[in-house]
């Protein structure tokens, strides 16, 4: 399997969303839903999957699912004060697998929840692409809300450095986030930028200290109390352990 295949569009959730969200009366309302299903679908799909289900019924869930999280208020019922809000939909998803009857969800099929558009051929080809692991599906979708948010925020310091002229520069200087990024010589980054080895330290010292600031950023909007954001960094951490 691929590693570096990615489950994408599971970025964190801040809570204000959330509470826009339940509130159909609030302008943002439409458009926070939208948002939740977008960032959850991939991963609640393959939370379906690795619990015994075949591809078709799968998406069929993952549509009635996400008509009872939103149509019923489901999502109502998630208190920042109670734990992360990965942690309530994971409980809730569960809890709709065991009673929903794969009848319900498949009059969701064919895309009659708005807020949700799943590609069926993507869905499934990004699921086979996925390492195997031996874990629990609920530790493995831990692990992919920790690679998803990850990815997330290299994408959004991406579409900074692009914002400001340096989108080339920055697919240059990427590699010092990734794994095994001690192996690459400065040299080698000054060489590919153009610039003196001086210079392209001092690039890479800020990406690095950027990467921080927005990976800390990231977290912090996912908590209701800033001092837990230490620890969800660090369950963050644990969840992409072995």
């Not at 999280?69 to 065991?98: K, Y």
């Not at 950027?210 to 960094?233: C, F, G, P, Q, S």
Request: with cysteine; charged share 25%.
């Amino acid at each position: 399997m691929n590693k570096s295949a990615q489950p994408a569009g599971f970025p964190t959730t801040r809570w204000s969303q959330v509470a826009h969200a339940v509130n159909p009366a609030a302008p943002e309302a439409q458009a926070a839903l939208a948002e939740l299903c977008g960032a959850y679908w991939y991963p609640i799909y393959a939370f379906i999957r690795r619990k015994g289900n075949g591809p078709e019924q799968a998406l069929d869930l993952t549509q009635g699912y996400f008509a009872h999280l939103i149509e019923r208020g489901t999502v109502a019922s998630a208190d920042p004060m109670r734990g992360r809000f990965r942690s309530f939909l994971l409980a809730d998803c569960r809890h709709f697998l065991a009673h929903e009857r794969e009848r319900d969800a498949a009059a969701w099929r064919g895309g009659r929840l708005a807020v949700l558009s799943i590609n069926a051929r993507d869905a499934e080809g990004q699921y086979q692409l996925e390492p195997t692991h031996e874990q629990t599906p609920e530790r493995l979708f831990e692990r992919d809300w920790a690679l998803a948010l990850l990815e997330g925020v290299v994408t959004q310091i991406r579409r900074e450095y692009e914002a400001s002229g340096r989108g080339a520069s920055f697919e240059v200087l990427k590699v010092v986030l990734e794994a095994g990024s001690c192996q690459v010589s400065q040299a080698d980054i000054a060489a590919r930028l153009g610039t003196t080895e001086a210079a392209a330290q001092v690039a890479v010292h800020r990406l690095r200290k950027r990467y921080r600031e927005a990976l800390r950023a990231t977290i912090a909007a996912t908590v209701a109390d800033l001092a837990e954001v230490d620890d969800e960094l660090n369950a963050l951490f644990a969840a992409l352990g072995p």
